[in-house]
């Protein structure tokens, strides 16, 4: 028997990535950000999230994805005891995905420029890890999924 993994699907511009449940705290409509001091490109900004400053990482500018719609939703993510939001294009809902499927998908930075990564990399490497997990959505797998709704729940 084959178990699936549970991903959020979320839209990043022209792109679809797929986020495991498990590393997503909450979805929420976007919240007024504030940008503070010399923060890098693909940081909008902090965000007050349950009482709590909040780093809101915008994935289209960490992907170098083309900005197609404006931000609609923020996804927190959960590293380590802490949240970091993502400021996506679109929340799909969620979807199940093979194992294999899922890890044989592009890494979702995979297209981020090598400047972000690093960055990233440099300044929360918990969160390159939770982003490292996530992937990429080919047209061919995002075609399959798009049909799959999971009962109840809505896109």
Avoid: H, Y
Avoid at 82 to 95: N, P
Avoid at 106 to 134: K, M
């Amino acid at each position: 028997m084959t178990v699936e993994t549970s991903v959020i699907v979320v839209g990043a511009g022209d792109l679809i990535g797929a986020l495991r449940t498990g590393d997503v705290a909450e979805i929420m409509r976007p919240l007024p950000t504030w940008t503070v001091g010399d923060l890098p490109d693909f940081v909008a900004g902090l965000a007050i999230i349950r009482d709590r400053p909040t780093p809101v990482v915008d994935l289209c500018r960490l992907l170098g994805a083309e900005q197609t719609s404006p931000i609609t939703r923020f996804v927190a993510l959960k590293v380590a005891d802490r949240r970091v939001a993502l400021a996506v294009t679109r929340v799909v809902g969620i979807r199940r995905i093979g194992p294999e499927t899922f890890r044989d998908a592009p890494p979702l930075i995979r297209n981020g420029s090598s400047g972000a990564i690093e960055a990233i990399g440099t300044l929360d490497g918990q969160l390159l890890a939770v982003l490292g997990a996530g992937r990429i959505l080919p047209e061919e797998i995002w075609r399959t999924l798009e049909a799959s709704e999971v009962p109840g729940e809505q896109s």
